[in-house]
């Protein structure tokens, strides 16, 4: 996996920032709720361009360009994986109760 993407390349090194928001979001509940929303809002739109390369590989990298090792498209549009697509409906689903939390704490305020 060393010289691809998923070896380190810049897709996958945001992984390890997303897992740290989502932990300092779940610690914040309590006490801070708009610091909550907003790293948990943060973490879904960090992780949510790996999920998207690994679901829609070819328009992903026909939209975004970048400096990709290999040059050639990928073959597939579309890669069915349950959990790839449980991920970003997830983090739609997680980015939804943030920015609905958000909006409901400044009309409260």
Partial sequence: M????????SLASNKDLGIFLFVLALILV???LRADTASALVAGLW???????LVFPR????????????MEL???SFIWDGWWVTGIVAIVFV????CRALIRSETHR
């Fill in 2 to 9: 060393e010289g691809t993407e998923f070896g380190g390349g």
């Fill in 74 to 76: 990928p073959r597939e």
């Fill in 47 to 53: 992780s949510l361009p790996l999920y998207l390369y």
């Fill in 95 to 98: 980015a939804y109760i943030c």
């Fill in 59 to 70: 328009p992903f990298r026909q939209i975004w360009g970048g400096n990709w090792k290999v």
């Fill in 30 to 32: 309590p006490k801070y």
